[in-house]
């Protein structure tokens, strides 16, 4: 008797590809007042977008600063994320 047994996918969830959305970003903007819209959509839309435990991290940190809104700008700009990411067009 051989094994015809077809290889099940891994059942295994992972959280890589839940990434920040429109209602995920009025989440954030709940949970730090703090920090104004403008620097969620700039630091964690583009394509792709921010992965959401990532952009829970990174506002976690930037309320524990003086302005929260020029860190989180700043740590996207540095990392090349959200909106400062680099277009793969132009090359």
Do not use: Y
């Not at 991290?57 to 809104?69: F, I, K, L, Q, Y």
């Amino acid at each position: 008797m051989t094994n015809t047994r077809v290889p099940q996918p891994s059942l295994k969830r992972t959280t890589r590809h839940h990434r920040c959305d429109e209602a995920f970003i009025a989440l954030l903007e709940e949970d730090f007042p703090e920090i104004p819209r403008v620097a969620f959509e700039a630091a964690f839309h583009g394509f792709p977008a921010a992965p959401k435990k990532q952009a829970i991290h990174v506002c976690e940190w930037a309320s524990r600063t003086d302005n929260p809104g020029r860190a989180l700008m700043a740590w996207a700009r540095k990392r090349g994320e959200g909106v400062f990411r680099p277009d793969p067009s132009d090359a």
